[in-house]
């Protein structure tokens, strides 16, 4: 039980009471943002991301994930109450939270909500105090080759199993990418890109990027949807936790198979959403009463949003084990680690063992803590809804200009920011997914000196991608990956052979 | 990259069809495509003894970009005929320019004014203007928040803003 010792460690580096006030502070924080409208998850990262710029960085890494913590949290009172999901995730939450909410039971969602979550989330973090570690110490082998392949499947897996149209995740990840390369090329020295303008010599950064692309665009696109927030109140007894809490026992299986998605779905890139909806339609499939979900069945919260947040938090496992986010907020919070010179990845466990079990410390901690705050909280939180939009959406321009601005100083960043609004409100509008761009963005110089250092270690020759079992097996698998949709193609042609002859061989019977 | 393309008439039906936004965005990714290619190309893009020169990884990519939006160019233009759905119409064309003009101006003012002026000026007059609502209520509310936003960075957490001559008057 090392991890057990290094977990205990972890919370005394955790419990002094600056780090516990900046905790509060970021769930709070977390909450206020995945309540507003056109804020979530990674918008808030991003925009308060420079608060933490003069902090240690452990105290910093606590307070944004707390952040994220408090937005998982507050997306899931929007959904129940005003049938607006606050984060793609969260719509599968609508399906039965706001009928409850309309019954009524709008406490007993909200219960349901938050408990759920953080049953998601603590099993989510159990798996990654046991095996964060493990792989890491695995990956410590690795060496550029391994990398790259580990990126490659990342890469692939989004072509090849994303639900968009393949030629417009392409069409995302390569922008990210040459995004990514703008400035002074890392391994010749060379500059590339810039057109002789001084200001791209830096390079675009992520975050701003971030900024633009969530938050300046979500606002253009909730103003023109025009949002008419009409809403149930709602306070919760502690009388109604009681209640709900006494009946979970009986949906063990639910929240197990939907902790299993999660985790599983959370490790792979990009699986959050699925995850969500993958967690209800099972339900719903194994359940003695699948008509009842979607009229306000309390095990239809239960579903998603276990699912929802155990994939959210495992997300962080790859991000901290390997330096490949599992999300796009995990992606933000990358960002950060590496504006504070932290390189997430093997290493990271070995040279900064008491932040990386601080932080991990800090995701029990964050969530026992988010989830009192939450029910006790609600009735506050709910009536920022009734703020009118008007006065919300110019505070939160300012607050993407403050978050821009402060990351490197820069006009142009707040420039790039309004033009990566226009481009992610044109975006989304045409169905072109964003995530791939944002992972493309900060993994792709990543990925292009660790392909780069493979083939100057190598001699320039391909075959090192296949050297030895561990390399090679992840590389196939990527490409399996990618060219999936041909071959489970090809797969179903070949049953299809088959099927014809039992058709009809059937009329004889 | 893909700026605004769409021309701002009054508040008919449909200002704009999806199908044009996409051809439109589709030829500018590749114009893009084309001319970061170029500039890879001139970097160079060959592949030396020890691996790929600079120009390289970009090269390729700009490549599998620029067939990427020509994939989606000829499917549009072959496949997909006729009207399609509506892009933006009249109403929230107008709707989202209240927000993004504003934004604009914000971004301007922050130049000459600093960002704390140019932020009571956007919140005032958004809530004014856009939301109608009481100027009164509009003025203290930009206020406030122009001061806290003042107080918790360049004050607490000392993440320095740009300022203008109102700062400067007061010896920031």
Redesign the interface.
């Known amino acids: 039980m090392e991890a057990f010792g290094l977990l205990l460690q972890g919370f005394s580096v955790l419990l002094t009471f600056k780090t516990l006030s900046f905790m509060i502070v970021g769930l709070v924080l977390g909450i206020f943002v995945g309540v507003l409208p056109g804020l979530g998850g990674p918008n808030g990262v991003a925009i308060l991301l420079?608060?933490t710029?003069?902090m240690d960085p452990t105290t910093a890494i606590v307070m944004l994930s707390c952040i994220y913590w408090g937005a998982l949290f507050g997306g899931a009172i929007t959904s129940i109450l005003f049938n607006i999901p606050g984060e793609a995730w969260s719509v599968a939450t609508t399906f039965d939270g706001y009928p409850m909410a309309q019954q009524g039971q709008a406490a007993e969602a909200l219960t349901a909500a938050f408990t759920s979550s953080f049953i998601g989330s603590l099993v989510a973090v159990l798996l990654i105090t046991f095996l964060a570690p493990g792989i890491a110490s695995f990956a410590l082998q690795f060496g550029p080759p391994e990398f790259f392949a580990v990126y490659l499947l990342t890469f692939c897996s989004f072509v090849g199993l994303g639900r968009e149209?393949k030629?417009?995740t392409?069409?995302s990840m390569?922008?990210g990418?040459?995004l990514a390369?703008i400035g002074l090329?890392t391994?010749?020295g060379?500059?590339?890109?810039t057109?002789g303008w001084d200001e791209l010599l830096r390079g675009i950064n992520f975050l701003v990027a971030v900024i633009g692309l969530f938050g300046?665009s979500e606002?253009?696109l909730t103003?023109?949807e025009?949002l008419a927030l009409r809403g149930h109140a709602a306070s919760i007894s502690l009388r109604v936790v009681l209640n709900v809490w006494k009946d979970l026992p009986r949906y063990w299986m639910t929240l197990l198979r939907s902790s299993a998605i999660g985790c599983w779905l959370g490790i792979t890139p990009g699986g959050a959403i699925a995850a969500s909806f993958m967690g209800y339609n099972l339900a719903k499939r194994f359940s003695n009463d699948p008509e009842g979900f979607g009229k306000g069945k309390i095990e239809g919260v239960f579903a998603p949003e276990t699912a929802a947040h155990a994939s959210g938090t495992s997300a962080l496992l790859p991000m901290l084990a390997l330096g490949i986010p599992g999300s796009g907020t995990a992606a933000i919070l990358l960002g950060g680690l590496l504006v504070w010179g932290l390189n997430p990845g093997p290493l990271l466990f070995v040279e900064h063992k008491d932040f990386v079990w601080g932080l991990i410390a800090s995701m029990y901690l964050g969530n026992v803590v988010g989830l009192v705050m939450v029910l006790t909280t609600v009735p506050i939180f709910a009536a920022i809804l009734r703020v009118?939009?008007?006065?919300i959406?110019?505070?939160i321009?300012?607050s993407c200009?403050?978050g821009a601005?402060?990351i490197q100083?820069a006009?142009f960043d707040?420039?790039l920011m309004?033009?990566f609004?226009?481009?992610g409100?044109?975006?989304k509008?045409?169905n072109i997914p964003l995530a791939p761009f944002t992972l493309a963005l900060v993994l792709g110089n990543r990925a292009?000196s660790s392909?780069?250092l493979s083939?100057?270690g190598s001699?320039?020759d391909l075959r090192v991608f296949w050297s030895n079992w561990l390399v090679g097996t992840i590389t196939t698998l990527a490409l399996i990956l990618l060219f999936w949709p041909l071959i489970s193609q090809a797969f179903g042609r070949v049953s299809r052979l088959w099927r014809p002859a039992a058709v009809i061989r059937t009329p004889h019977n | 990259m893909a700026e605004e393309t769409e021309p701002a008439t009054g508040d008919a039906q449909a200002v704009v069809g999806t199908r044009s936004v996409d051809i439109v965005v589709y030829l500018m990714l590749l114009a893009f495509a084309a001319l970061l290619g170029f500039d890879n190309w001139r970097t160079g893009m060959s592949w030396e003894a020890d691996g790929p020169q600079a120009g390289y990884f970009p090269f390729y990519l700009s490549l599998l970009l620029g067939a990427a939006s020509l994939y989606g160019l000829v499917y549009k233009l072959l496949m997909e005929r006729g009207p399609g759905e509506t892009f933006v119409t009249g109403e929230q064309l107008r709707r989202v320019m209240q927000v993004f003009v504003p934004t604009l101006l914000f971004c301007v003012f922050m130049q000459w004014l600093g960002l704390y002026v140019a932020s009571f000026l956007l919140i005032a007059g958004f809530m004014w203007l856009v939301g109608r609502i009481a100027l009164w209520k509009a003025l203290v509310t930009g206020f406030l928040f122009s001061l806290i936003m003042f107080i918790t960075f360049d004050i607490a957490f000392d993440v320095i803003m740009p300022k203008g001559p109102l700062e400067a008057a007061f010896g920031y």
């Open positions: 420079p608060l710029f003069t149209d030629h417009k392409i069409i390569t922008l990418f040459l390369g090329d391994v010749s060379q500059l590339r890109m057109f300046i606002i253009l103003m023109e025009r009118p939009f008007s006065a959406a110019p505070m321009v300012v200009a403050i601005f402060a100083n006009m707040v420039w309004l033009v609004g226009v481009v409100y044109v975006f509008k045409l292009e392909f780069r083939m100057i001699g320039g």
